[in-house]
């Protein structure tokens, strides 16, 4: 069976073209006591945002935080929180959720869309296709690039026992904006680390056994853009950066990711590491799988003078290794897709504590 995977519906591009939004979201309107709600990324709040924000009477604006990355309890509060908003209202629902921010932001706007229509916690959904019913439209504005979730049918998120992402067509946003002036500025080294999440993405998904034209030709545009905006000083690199994750998401999304987004995921799960921070720290100890990535990855690291955490395993425990590596080891597809149906024989408990030891 070939994957059918629902794309984006909509998509507009272009330095500036933040300021349609009010326009773009006026069609979504419904009705004069029509709701729209604004996750924004509370770093922004009495930043670059102010009085940009298309808002409308009756409208709700959440600064979410996210020093943490998104937890099932946080979007639960997230939701009632709306929920509570549209007592007494017209609709039942708001017209729309929008999130402006990274990875995380727009992970919890696409859940919390999600979870106005379907019952019950957000941990009941970490998992493939467990959603039963359509979200509340959504649009994301991507403020780092890197993550590609402006285009994936996931949303990551921490629950109590997994750090699993909702996978469900009903998840893939109705409307990105990409705007290359709202990732201007964002500061090293998150915008590094983000950025590299995009190029282990495409090492991964071209180094992998899944691998076919439509990954690859994505995947390769996505790493030449990685290229360019990391080793040398492009012209518009906030634009190629856009574009090199939003490529490297569509990749993956027809092929998979590898070891080091497994390693990374418990890498998140046990020291609460941020997934582009976690990746790169994974990835510079994993020369023997990808050398070429590896070698390619350091020469930017450099470039940029980035230091990397260290002994970030020195101090754990046991119980918190064997869970790091249960975390890692669940994601199956990962390590198929890295090391081929026999992966078990090749990736022991013992290899993947190894690796762990190292960081
Ligand atoms: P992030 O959203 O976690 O943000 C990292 C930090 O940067 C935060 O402190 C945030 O406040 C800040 N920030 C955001 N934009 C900024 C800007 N323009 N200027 C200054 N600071 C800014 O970072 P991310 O790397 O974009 O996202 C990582 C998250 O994305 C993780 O939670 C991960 O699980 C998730 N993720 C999701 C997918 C997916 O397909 N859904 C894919 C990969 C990663
Ligand atoms: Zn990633």
């Known amino acids: 069976m070939f994957r059918n995977f ?13 300021s349609q939004l009010g326009d773009i979201l006026q069609e979504k309107r419904q009705g004069s006591e029509s709701v ?30 996210v020093d943490d990355e998104p937890k ?21 629902h708001p017209s729309g ?3 402006i921010g990274g990875g ?33 439209y959504h649009a994301a504005v991507p403020t780092l690039s890197g993550t590609g979730a402006e285009v994936s049918r996931t949303t990551v998120l921490t629950g109590p026992q997994k750090k699993l992402g909702i996978n469900s067509d009903h998840t893939v946003f109705d409307q990105i904006v990409l705007d290359p002036e709202m990732i201007a500025n964002a500061p090293n080294p998150q915008r590094f680390y983000t950025g590299m999440d995009c190029y282990i993405h495409c090492v991964e998904s071209l180094e992998g056994t899944y691998l076919n034209s439509f990954s690859q030709a994505y995947g390769e545009k996505a790493m030449d853009l990685c290229r360019e905006v990391f080793l040398t000083d492009p012209e518009e690199a906030d634009d190629k950066l856009m574009m090199a994750s939003y490529c490297g998401g569509m990749s993956i ?7 080091c987004h497994a390693l ?38 450099a470039r940029l003078g980035i230091d990397l955490p260290r002994n970030l395993t020195a101090g754990i425990t046991d119980a918190q290794m064997e869970k790091m590596v249960d975390v890692a080891l669940v994601l199956e597809p990962l390590w198929e897709n890295a090391l081929g149906k026999d992966w078990k024989t090749i990736m022991t408990r013992e290899k993947i504590r190894d690796l762990y030891l190292k960081m």
């Open 72 to 92: 099932t309890v946080y979007v639960d509060k997230l939701t009632t929180q709306v929920k509570k908003h549209m007592v007494g209202k017209q609709d039942r």
């Open 6 to 18: 629902k794309m984006v519906s909509k998509v507009v591009f272009g330095r500036g073209c933040f």
């Open 104 to 136: 995380s932001t727009m992970d919890l706007a696409k859940a919390v869309s999600l979870m106005l229509t379907n019952q019950g916690s957000a941990a009941d959904y970490q998992g493939w296709d467990l959603i039963k019913k359509p979200a509340v």
């Open 264 to 301: 990374s995921y418990g890498l998140s799960f046990v020291l609460g590491l941020h997934h582009g921070i976690g990746n790169c720290v994974a990835f510079d100890y994993l020369e023997d799988y990808y050398p070429e990535g590896v070698r390619e990855f350091r020469q930017m690291m």
């Open 97 to 99: 959720v929008i999130g």
């Open 253 to 259: 999304a027809y092929s998979q990711v590898g070891i």
């Open 36 to 65: 729209m709600v604004f996750l924004a990324d509370d770093v922004f709040k009495n930043g670059k945002l102010n009085n940009r924000l298309p808002l409308k009477t009756g409208d709700l604006i959440i600064w979410v935080n």
